[in-house]
């Protein structure tokens, strides 16, 4: 009898473990912590689970965002705050000059304004390059160059509600009309509904110099007339960049005689010193400067440098909220690998840090590849020396865009000329995790691999640990706007709660089959006695 019952608990617990090797067996790949591992059973199971988990949302090659008449271009992307996100682009459906246009999708791959995009600006002549921002209410805020007034551009905005509709001046409010061309306008959000613009302005009649306006929520100019000058100084100011300071303010950098930042409050005072902060003054020609956040009210600044007199390497720098220099007098060194290294981008890593990714000319003659970087707060490297590949594959990837994943990483997409002769360019994209590690597929999970360009790809997160991208796509024989989402596990709503449970209810009956069994052991042994 004794055995019997022995028996019973036995198949019973066999029968508890064969759910429980089921749900490892097929969940393992998307929740490795179901399952103890070493480091490396670990590193394979997370790459195994980016390729099974993380994944193209929306229709295969993209789903087309605007696909009117004649040219689309040049599209800009931010999120929508609710996983879904806003583009805007220019747009020459006329047929007779540029206008500005915008859509909305949302998480599931939905338009959700008029088809082809609504109206921003078509105001006379040509509009160009759009930039975009959150309004922080499901809306954006779209800032242009405009050459309505005849042979000189002026800067304009215009805010678009999470509907669709304007909320402005019908094509948009005037942020400069000085006289002589302003271009290049940049944007940042300021907190409460409205946006801070700079740009670089001709109004001296001698060289470019760096601008920059509040406009409030409701369209409504806040600063001087026309603009508060960030840096008026001899020689050309170009190539400005700006982001928020988390007060109400922003931080600017731009390319004059060196790399040089200014940071703006909400009153509109500027706060460095006069004509900006000296980021980086080494000998030898800078390019492009680009900044993110360091979550203190500074910035990290990373640029291209040939200081070295015989290519460009990337540098970095950061700067507080004070304007005081953080790091290595004129940067610290990103890469200076052989070949030359161009257009650094960079996110923040959610800790004071960023990553960086530019392309890179260090193959020589097989093409230009992709690589990135991670720099913590204190300025110390992370990651290899000289940068981690992102993709190695034939002929050149170029001009790489990037995104927080939201656990210290990125999400990194670019163009790819590997099966140029075949379909032409093509948009890929890359994971890479705090600890540096590549997670996709090897080379980048394709996005879009159609006949004819796809090119200038423009990325934004999701808010969920993915990503949405935009680009430039030819497959029409025209240039149209398409769309595709990188999606995260945790967009498979459900799984991890019913496996947790099952895995939970499982080992609870398991203990307790084993304290069934123990107390029967026990029971025959004192009867034996």
Not at 62 to 66: A, K, L, N, V
Not at 261 to 275: C, F, P, Y
Not at 336 to 352: E, H, I, K, R, V
């Given at each position: 009898m004794m055995r019997k019952k022995k028996l019973k608990v036995l198949v019973l617990i066999l029968f508890l473990l064969l759910p429980i090797e089921i749900i490892t067996s097929s969940y393992t790949n998307k929740f490795p912590f179901l399952l103890v591992q070493s480091d490396e059973e670990i590193a394979k199971t997370e790459i195994k689970m980016s390729l099974n988990s993380f994944g193209i949302d929306w229709l295969p090659d993209?789903?087309?965002?605007?696909t009117a008449n004649n040219s689309q271009r040049n599209p800009q992307i931010c999120s929508d705050g609710a996983g879904g996100a806003i583009i805007t682009w220019q747009d020459y459906r006329s047929g007779s000059n540029y206008d500005i246009y915008a859509?909305?999708?949302?998480?599931?791959?939905?338009?959700?304004?008029?088809?082809?995009?609504?109206?921003?600006?078509?105001?006379?002549?040509?509009?160009?390059?759009?930039?975009i921002c959150s309004d922080g209410a499901g809306g954006a805020i779209i800032t242009w160059y405009d050459y309505r007034s005849g042979l000189y551009s002026d800067i304009y905005a215009q805010r678009v509600?999470?509907?669709?509709?304007?909320?402005?001046?019908?094509?948009?409010?005037?942020?400069?009309?000085?006289?002589?061309?302003?271009?290049?306008?940049?944007?940042?959000s300021n907190g409460a509904g409205g946006a801070i613009i700079t740009w670089i302005d001709y109004r001296s009649g001698s060289n470019y110099d760096i601008y920059v306006q509040e406009v409030s929520s409701s369209g409504g100019?806040?600063?001087?007339?026309?603009?508060?000058?960030?840096?008026?100084?001899?020689?050309?100011?170009?190539?400005?960049?700006i982001f928020s300071d988390g007060s109400g303010g922003a931080i600017i950098t731009w390319k004059g005689a060196g790399i040089y930042?200014?940071?703006?409050?909400?009153?509109?005072?500027?706060?460095?010193?006069?004509?900006g902060t000296a980021i980086c003054t080494a000998n030898g020609d800078k390019r492009i400067p680009q900044l993110c956040s360091n979550g203190a009210g500074g910035a990290i600044i990373t640029w291209f440098d040939y200081r070295s007199g015989s290519n460009y390497d990337i540098y970095v720098q950061e700067v507080s909220s004070s304007g005081g220099i953080e790091w290595n007098i004129n940067g610290t060194a990103i890469c200076?690998?052989?070949?030359?290294?161009?257009?650094?981008?960079?996110?923040?890593?959610?800790?004071?840090g960023a990553i960086i990714t530019w392309y890179?000319?260090?193959?020589?003659?097989?093409?230009?590849?992709?690589?990135?970087?991670?720099?913590?707060?204190s300025g110390n490297i992370q990651w290899t020396n000289n940068g981690v590949a992102i993709c190695t594959a034939n002929n050149d990837q170029w001009v790489p865009q990037l995104c927080s994943d939201g656990s210290g990483g990125a999400i990194i997409s670019w163009y790819d000329n590997r099966n140029i002769d075949i379909t032409g360019r093509d948009i890929y994209v890359q994971l890479i995790n705090s600890a540096g590690n590549v997670l996709w597929i090897s080379n980048g999970l394709a996005i879009c691999t159609v006949n004819n360009d796809q090119i200038n790809p423009q990325i934004c997160s999701d808010g969920a640990g993915g990503a949405i991208i935009t680009w430039n796509d030819g497959r029409s024989e025209n240039d149209d706007i398409y769309a595709q989402h990188i999606k995260s596990p945790e967009l498979e709503g459900g799984e991890i709660p019913f496996v947790i449970i099952v895995a939970i209810v499982s080992f609870i009956g398991i203990a307790v089959l084993i304290g069934i069994a123990t107390t029967l052991i026990i029971k025959k042994r004192r009867k034996i006695e």
């Open positions: 993209g789903t087309p965002i605007s859509q909305r999708i949302d998480s599931s791959g939905n338009l959700q304004w008029t088809a082809d995009g609504v109206v921003i600006c078509t105001a006379s002549d040509s509009q160009y390059r759009p930039e509600n999470h509907l669709g509709n304007i909320q402005w001046t019908i094509n948009g409010t005037a942020i400069c009309t000085a006289g002589e061309s302003q271009l290049e306008s940049q944007l940042c100019i806040e600063w001087n007339i026309n603009g508060t000058a960030i840096c008026t100084v001899n020689n050309d100011q170009i190539n400005p960049q930042a200014q940071r703006i409050d909400s009153s509109g005072n500027l706060k460095w010193t006069v004509n200076t690998a052989n070949g030359d290294q161009y257009a650094p981008q960079l996110c923040s890593d959610g800790s004071g890179d000319g260090r193959s020589g003659s097989t093409g230009r590849n992709i690589y990135s970087q991670s720099i913590n707060s």
